[in-house]
């Protein structure tokens, strides 16, 4: 950086504008940390005074986040979907959404342990199991396995996940089912085909951030349904109903991502008879089903739905095959051509050769031998991260205890450091969370999820999450200034 | 089908809203062939005046297209994105623009010989070191490479594809890649994130078919760009241009889909400076590049580009892995962290195994030896079309002699029956073919591609080629009146 002494812009002005210019040519990437105040200074020959003038205009701007004795962090302003609709506010002091791509990188940094992605145990995943079903596969069907898929999905394995779905009490005929790239990729189409401008979607809140990060600037407004510790609340969707006109209601009734509620029995049947009396269309995501720990959950809202208004969601990469992109859909009849049109403008098909070796490792019957391993180890690992949140986290601090699924929800004392503040402690610390906000939409409430975490509990052997607390909890001291 | 014979509404109203309900509820799916009107009227008991006014009532609405001596067969309008934009009309007698799916289909049908589908030969697909790279892969790294990948791709993937580009002539730095889930995602990731409603492409014409179905219904204008045999015409820029301010302009310079064209260097030059004058964002599709048959084509215009105008998309599915769903994209630096971000919401990643086992099968060195053999065994079978076509094909048909890629584009005598009607008959003798019109935008040009077929060369040996051939003779004759 040199600066124009002898011009007429102030000093403060060239050093702002210079690092501003760095973060929008990419120079300065996301969270890289900014020298100190103190430091830059002494290098530009400015007075401390300066520096600190030029850091407080890029936080006003939004270009980084800056905390007092903790250094300044560049924000990912340019790329945060949370910036992209018009009129709406990020969070205060953490615009950086795709945080999640993030988060990934750092789940893989050895000095890290991290309880922030939405993934499986990587050390529980069957890869012996699935290397004989890949070679099964290789040797019978040749070249054919390398080739183009149907758009709609290899023929045996939508027949082998009607089986699995009739297991489940979900009736369909392979024909109604449609292969996608992950589960993710499914919401994707979903939203994409049958949402457009001005329309309304009905969320939980919180949410799962990919789809407010599919909806986000794409003109869909997005409404949060009241929601208690047992998920959405029927009796609050008529009135919604009549004053939104949603165009659908997405939710997770099992295991919920990031809050673990399952819903009800009863409340499930309130729930589709109010779809059908308002003809309500539910986009239901089962991801998290066969992770249940203490009781299998009740049916699907799909196998309970008498009246055709579930579109179902459901696929391989919580319990199976994350990076096989194995998902899949049924929707109603009359939408099914549509969704398959549209999967081909995305990415033609799915992975044949992975369609074609999972439907060897399900035929070959070792899905459920796996699941049952998966839940004994799930086990240990939840009351491993229970019992380390008792012992090490402040007063003041509540967390789910989940029946399922992936994750523990986690919320910091409201009096205290937020979420995101203690992030950046966390990671120097060599710990990584997910920051509550990502869940809930920008916009609909200021503060939405500022003290919450969500802990993926069944990534780390037990050890390994008792130490990942107690960094957690001195990253929360050092946030609140308890300890340095 | 019941008939009320008492009511007071018409006979051939009851059959005709019989038959559009079945097709609106998917109990008649696209292309399923309609009774003949005598069965039909046989059946009913009704006269065979009433059926055919149910059928020409059928037809003029688009529920079906009816044949005069053929049959009638349903059209998928429902979902047909040609007709999704309003304003826009179907072709004349064909409205079933994911007709591409049906094609795939077709495509696996033994009793038919296809040249429809855009994928490589299944026969020359190298599946044997494909193995031994999978294998070596599982060994290697156990159970992360069943894991969810990295968003921008699997960081060996990306250097070793950052040196097969270095090979061809362009810079770029690994972290400048961005693998997608097939090139097909990556032109559906860069035209849904950089296009907004309201944004002119520029497109050739004809063009990539799935290109006109990302952008079907998505409120953006597609111009096309006037071309001749060396493609594109540089001239035809500025007007055009200064006229539509479009925001891009899609082409593939090498060997085209679906003319073959190969645009020479001088042109590609001129291209790049009218890009650079007028500040025109290129989508370079280079998915052909390394299937040449004759010579070297010219550098790619992302390797000439020297002002950043160019994004550069290419891929494994047309010459190595089309199941595997991997491609890649260079972007310009300001616009990588956008797509990364939009990739992450389509699906997540690509498939970690097979990124790992693609980069163990390049690191071998296995690609420039398949490609050869590739090469020879596609000289072949283009030499096997081009014979069969010029010993069987009518007066006043032509095609190109394609200097790689995969298709040869033959035009049908103007004044004989158009490619879709053929397309009818031609099913019924055991052959098919892309009828042309799915290459051209709708509304721009309205006999666009009628009397064009889209034939890739490279699916079957040279006597299966020749048989084909002589079947679609047939078919046109038989569409032509000439035999039946």
């Known amino acids: 950086m040199t600066l124009d002494r002898a011009g007429r812009r102030p000093l403060y002005e060239q050093i702002k504008e210079a690092i501003a210019a760095a973060i929008e040519s990419g120079g300065l990437p996301p969270l890289t940390k900014l020298p100190p105040t103190r430091t830059l200074a002494r290098q530009l020959g400015v007075d401390r005074v300066t520096v600190v003038t030029a850091y407080n205009e890029l936080a006003a701007e939004g270009y980084i986040s800056a905390h007092v004795g903790r250094g300044s962090?560049?924000?990912?302003?340019?790329?945060?979907?949370?910036?992209?609709?018009?009129?709406?506010?990020?969070?205060?002091?953490w615009t950086a959404h795709n945080l999640n791509r993030e988060m990934m990188r750092m789940a893989r940094r050895p000095d890290i342990i991290s309880f922030a992605p939405g993934m499986p145990a990587t050390d529980l995943l069957p890869v012996d199991a699935y290397r004989l079903a890949l070679n099964r596969v290789l040797r019978r069907d040749g070249p054919e396995v390398l080739q183009y898929g149907l758009v709609e999905?290899?023929?045996?394995?939508?027949?082998?996940?009607?089986?699995?779905?009739?297991?489940?009490?979900?009736?369909?005929?392979?024909?109604?089912?449609?292969?996608?790239?992950?589960?993710?990729?499914?919401?994707?189409?979903?939203l994409r085909t049958l949402l457009h401008p001005g329309d309304t979607v009905l969320i939980e809140q919180p949410t799962y951030a990919l789809v407010l990060d599919v909806l986000a600037g794409s003109g869909v407004a997005v409404q949060p349904v009241p929601c208690d510790?047992?998920?959405?609340?029927?009796?609050?969707?008529?009135?919604?109903?009549?004053?939104?006109?949603?165009?659908?209601?997405?939710?997770?009734?099992?295991?919920?991502?990031?809050?673990?509620?399952?819903?009800?029995?009863?409340?499930?049947?309130?729930l589709l008879d109010v779809a059908a009396r308002h003809d309500l269309l539910v986009l239901e995501d089962d991801v998290y089903a066969h992770l249940w720990l203490d009781a299998a959950p009740p049916p699907s809202l799909r196998a309970l739905d008498r009246t055709d208004h579930v579109i179902?969601?459901?696929?391989?990469?919580?319990?199976?095959?994350?990076?096989?992109?194995?998902?899949?859909?049924?929707?109603?009849?009359?939408?099914?051509?549509?969704?398959?049109?549209a999967h081909q403008t995305l990415d033609v098909s799915a992975s044949e050769l992975h369609q074609r070796a999972l439907e060897m490792y399900l035929r070959e019957g070792r899905f459920a031998g796996h699941l049952?391993?998966?839940?004994?180890?799930?086990?240990?690992?939840r009351q491993a991260m229970l019992e380390s949140l008792a012992a090490a986290m402040p007063a003041g601090a509540a967390w789910t205890r989940p029946g399922g699924g992936l994750y523990c929800w986690l919320q910091l004392p409201l009096d205290g450091p937020s979420a995101t503040t203690v992030y950046l402690h966390a990671l120097d610390l060599g710990v990584a969370f997910a920051p509550g906000h990502l869940s809930f939409p920008p916009g609909t409430l200021e503060t939405g999820g500022s003290h919450h975490l969500r802990l993926n509990f069944t990534l780390h052997p037990p050890a390994t999450i008792a130490t990942g607390i107690l960094r957690l909890a001195r990253a929360w001291q050092q946030a609140a200034g308890l300890r340095g």
């Open 73 to 93: 962090f560049v924000l990912d302003r340019a790329t945060s979907s949370w910036a992209a609709p018009p009129g709406l506010r990020a969070p205060a002091d």
């Open 153 to 190: 999905g290899y023929p045996p394995l939508l027949t082998a996940i009607a089986a699995e779905l009739a297991a489940m009490g979900i009736e369909v005929e392979p024909g109604q089912l449609l292969i996608t790239s992950g589960t993710e990729q499914a919401l994707a189409l979903v």
């Open 229 to 270: 510790e047992n998920g959405v609340i029927p009796g609050a969707l008529p009135d919604l109903i009549a004053r939104c006109q949603p165009r659908l209601l997405y939710l997770t009734p099992t295991f919920q991502n990031p809050t673990g509620a399952c819903m009800p029995l009863a409340r499930r049947q309130q």
């Open 312 to 341: 179902y969601t459901n696929g391989y990469s919580k319990c199976l095959l994350p990076g096989a992109r194995i998902g899949y859909l049924v929707a109603p009849a009359h939408l099914h051509s549509l969704l398959a049109t």
């Open 372 to 381: 049952v391993r998966l839940r004994s180890a799930y086990r240990q690992r």
